[in-house]
């Protein structure tokens, strides 16, 4: 078991570095010399670096560094660990590849491919485990201090902002427009890496911290819980079975959740391809 676990965490550290080299050659060769800041923290830095000049892979690492002490005293070592090693990785190849020439000089081009390729790049890393901290730490925390704002909201607010500097920063609206673009097409990209194309998630959990698990889920996404009455087989024990459906790009909040509370929950996902109701589709609509 420990050498399965050992081989594991070595394919999750593999991909994670080619995951960062993706990422240095999409911000390198394709989004900085194109004048295209794609929101969060790499695009922060690229703003940063034509004020002072500074290698937008270092400044992607210093403007980290206070996001990840804040999310060590949030969230512990052991959550970051994997985080610090891909912000490093992502810092050095950015860094690297800078010394090349661009792959194209075309902004749509450029936005277009390297926003796929970052987008790429970073569903692999979470896939492995990790994030790249930046903004995904920025917005778990503000989740934890104001509950009642919505994730998506708050990763959109954050690109918004970055987008909004770049077009003051480089003196030129069409930047903005292909940073957008830009970052519209990451995150659609993103969910195919990540989750493939189905629509949402169904999940079944059965923990004996049910009641933890469900108040989280309630508190911090803002998600509805529906509790079923079960009965193990064996045991002939009465079980709480908490049963909710999540845009797809939740679902790896709810497994941090079950995984911090019950690390022996039972949890099945599987996809929901056809939802109605609050916040979904109205039953009562036609089929488009």
């Not at 493939?196 to 819980?225: N, P, T």
Request: some cysteine; hydrophobic content about 50%; overall charge positive.
């Amino acid at each position: 078991m420990a050498e399965k676990k050992k081989r594991s965490r070595i394919k999750s550290y593999a991909v994670v570095t080619v995951a960062s080299l993706l990422y240095g050659v999409a911000v390198s060769l394709f989004l900085d010399p194109n004048n295209i800041a794609p929101g969060g923290v790499t695009g922060l830095a690229m703003i940063v670096n034509r004020l002072i000049r500074i290698e937008t892979g270092t400044l992607i690492l210093l403007l980290n560094i206070p996001i990840l002490i804040l999310g060590l005293r949030k969230f512990g070592f052991h959550f970051l660990i994997s985080t610090i090693y891909a912000t490093i990785l992502t810092s050095l190849f950015t860094n690297y590849f800078a010394g090349y020439s661009p792959i194209t000089e075309d902004p749509l081009l450029a936005a277009v491919i390297g926003g796929s390729l970052a987008a790429l790049a970073l569903g692999l890393v979470f896939k492995s485990g990790a994030t790249t901290g930046g903004t995904d730490i920025v917005v778990k925390v503000l989740r934890l201090r104001f509950p009642h704002l919505k994730t998506g909201r708050l990763f959109m607010i954050c690109d918004l902002v970055v987008v909004g500097l770049s077009a003051i920063v480089f003196k030129n609206v069409d930047s903005a427009f292909y940073a957008a673009i830009s970052v519209m097409l990451m995150g659609v990209v993103f969910d195919m890496v990540l989750y493939g194309a189905d629509g949402a998630k169904l999940l079944y959990i059965i923990s004996d911290y049910w009641q933890e698990i469900g108040d989280r889920i309630l508190q911090e996404l803002d998600i509805g819980v529906t509790y079923l009455e079960g009965e193990g087989a064996y045991s002939k024990k009465n079980k709480r079975v908490i049963m909710c459906v999540v845009r797809k790009q939740l679902a790896p909040q709810i497994e941090e959740i079950v995984k911090e509370e019950d690390k022996d929950a039972f949890m099945i996902i599987s996809s929901a391809t056809e939802i109605y109701g609050e916040g979904y589709k109205n039953i009562f609509s036609e089929k488009i």
